[in-house]
């Protein structure tokens, strides 16, 4: 066979792997963009309209792209309440297949403006069975207006991101999770209660992707923390219910066990 026949076929065939390539790539645009407009349907008829500005959080730059933290008003749950909530823990490129190192932050003296890192491959967590993403996203119902609410979901997204806590694995075995003393800018260190979202909030629904839960973060009282540990995370939340706070968090309540 002569040379430049050789080399035309060879021309060939890179085109057509380089045509396929891009195909699955823009096949995989589309699906992740589909899964993020079938999420962003089921909040917003379930809580409300989106902001128009989603939270990044710098230090997840490329760890999480596409994911962000929104502040949603939620006057369905009570005057002057918000739904503060992850969005993106359920996007197809999840888990997540690289971590950052190097990590640097830089401010202007009030706030942090610019992160920088290198992102270096790692071992994704094991992907729940017919799970989008990790499975959830997770919210936590206070009053409208708060910074500690987001910094919360920050340190959960960030347990989850960088130490594969398995939030919906660990709710799920355990019947509620509970984690105590975080110090996440609220007036003290806050104790808390990881649980399913039980109605009238948001419980979660299929995406194109796969299943999507939501879980709820609560805040707990130290006596409700104790008393959990003997009696069982989901009677708490039963206790809460009752009590007709629900899984909403409202720092200096009563306790609602003795």
Known sequence: MRIDSLKALASAALALFGAGAAATEKAAEKFWQETYD??????????????????KMLNTSGVWPGG????????KVGSGMAIYTTFGLTNPDMPTSVRMTDYKLS?????????????????????R????????EIIVVAPAGLDWPLNLLQWA??????????F????????????EQLNVGAPEPLNILVSKALPPLPVGTQLPAGK????????????????????????LLQRL???GGGQISKLGRESVVR
């Open 38 to 55: 079938a999420r962003q349907k089921y909040v917003e008829g379930t809580v409300g309209p989106l902001p128009n500005d989603i939270l």
């Open 157 to 166: 997204v960030n347990a989850e991101l960088t130490n594969d806590v398995g």
């Open 212 to 235: 999507m839960e939501i879980l709820v973060i609560t805040t707990i009282t130290s006596a409700e923390m104790q008393w959990s540990m003997k009696n069982g995370r989901d009677n």
């Open 129 to 136: 069975p017919g799970a989008a993403g990790y499975g959830y």
């Open 241 to 243: 219910r009752e009590a």
């Open 107 to 127: 401010s202007d003296g009030n706030k942090a403006t610019k992160a920088e890192g290198t992102l270096v491959a790692r071992l994704p967590a094991p992907k």
């Open 168 to 179: 919906l694995d660990r709710v799920e075995k355990y019947r509620g999770l509970t984690v």
């Open 68 to 75: 962000g933290l929104y502040a949603i008003p939620a006057p």
